[in-house]
């Protein structure tokens, strides 16, 4: 199978070395019989560094561009626990992820343009990349009615159509200091291309495999 995953920053951030090499070696591990892409978020250097360029009076999309830095450096300290198994240098566009895939079965890549998070790269990187199954390990275990955190009545959806998907992610996101599980714009990409994708605890690095086996208790997105 073709995998991509979106591994949150919020995810890698939260590991020391011994974490990031049970990262690293569990992707060797699924890699033996899967071509895996990795899409590595900011986490809290992102925040720190957009936090304080806003401070500053930075544009937006210059606060973008600082992020999509800090996921540069979290994707290259992925890659380096990788060891050779993935390129050293991180790749910063769809067709060098693409070409060296043909020489590494695991790639690993941070943000590409303004304006969106990595949740949407990893969603394009599949439609490129024809993926079988997208992935989006994140700090929450699923895809709730409502936010879990605000709403002790919220319930955990099991499965659910990518168009629905993609309407609880625009409304969520027009609600102030609401968070969204999955960026609206990696949403849409799941509805329009039909990828199937599980949205899932990435902070539990067993769950990477429980993806893929079909044994995870995360929410399954189906076309
Ligand atoms: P993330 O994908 O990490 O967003 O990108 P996030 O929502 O903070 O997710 P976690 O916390 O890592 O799980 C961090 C920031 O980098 C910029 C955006 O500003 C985003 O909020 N970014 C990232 C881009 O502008 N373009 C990209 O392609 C990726």
Redesign the pocket.
Same mark, same amino acid.
């Given at each position: 199978m073709i995998v991509v995953y979106s591994l949150?920053?919020?995810?890698l951030a939260a590991q020391d070395s011994a974490g990031l090499k049970r990262y690293a070696e569990t992707l060797k591990m699924i890699s033996r019989d899967n071509q895996l892409y990795v899409v590595v $978020? @900011?986490?809290a250097i992102?925040?720190d560094f957009?936090g304080r360029a806003r401070g500053v009076g930075a544009s937006e999309a210059l606060?973008?561009s600082l992020?999509?830095l800090?996921?540069r450096m979290n994707a290259a300290l992925l890659a380096a626990a990788l060891g050779g198994s993935a390129p050293f240098r991180v790749p910063e566009s769809y067709d060098d992820a693409l070409e060296a895939s043909k020489t590494y079965r695991i790639v690993v890549m $941070? @943000?590409?343009?303004?304006?969106?998070?990595?949740?949407?790269?990893a969603a394009l990187l599949a439609e490129y990349a024809r993926a079988d199954l997208l992935v989006i390990a994140?700090?929450v275990n699923g895809v709730y009615t409502s936010d879990p955190e605000k709403d002790p009545g919220a319930v955990k959806i099991p499965r659910m159509k990518a168009g629905e998907l993609a309407r609880m992610m625009s409304q969520i996101q027009l609600k102030a200091g609401s968070r969204s599980p999955v960026?609206p714009l990696a949403a849409k990409i799941i509805e329009r291309s039909h990828i199937p994708t599980i949205v899932l605890d990435g902070r539990n690095v067993a769950n990477l495999i429980r993806a893929i086996d079909g044994t995870h208790d995360g929410t399954e997105i189906r076309g």
């Open positions: 949150g920053g919020s995810v $978020g @900011g986490g992102a925040r957009i606060c973008d992020g999509i800090a996921t $941070g @943000g590409v343009s303004p304006g969106q998070t990595t949740d949407a790269v994140t700090s960026d």
